[in-house]
């Protein structure tokens, strides 16, 4: 059984800070990749920053410069660092991750309970 567990939202004003953190856990043999999305009430569910393996990174454009997506290997564990925050980032924000579980040939997509985050102004 494979877990992932996020931590760190909450409610904070426009301009702050917040870190959000994804750890796996299980029988995990080989993360992929891992990334953030977020979905507000009504729409879809859209990528907000991705993080492959070896380190390359791709960002939604309405967070380049402001959000950094970062992981710790060792830990399975993908951070999500939001500053200079605005009310249009309040959403639902998803860890996703790509990874190959024991017993299995081929890796599948994983996803997060959600912890809300809310800015605001």
């Known amino acids: 059984q494979v877990q992932l567990v996020e931590s760190g939202g909450g409610l904070v004003q426009a301009g702050g800070s917040l870190r959000l953190s994804c750890a796996a856990s299980?029988?995990?043999?080989?993360?992929?990749?891992m990334g953030w999305y977020r979905q507000v009430p009504g729409k879809q569910r859209e990528l907000v920053a991705r993080?492959?393996?070896?380190?390359?990174?791709n960002y939604a454009d309405s967070v380049k410069g402001r959000f950094t997506i970062s992981r710790d290997n060792a830990k399975n564990t993908v951070y999500l660092q939001m500053n200079s925050l605005k009310p249009e980032d309040t959403a639902v924000y998803y860890c996703n991750a790509q990874l190959l579980q024991s017993g299995y040939v081929l890796p599948k997509q994983y996803w997060g309970q959600g912890t809300q985050v809310t800015v605001s102004s």
């Open positions: 299980g029988s995990i043999l080989r993360i992929n990749d």
């Open positions: 993080i492959i393996s070896f380190g390359s990174t």
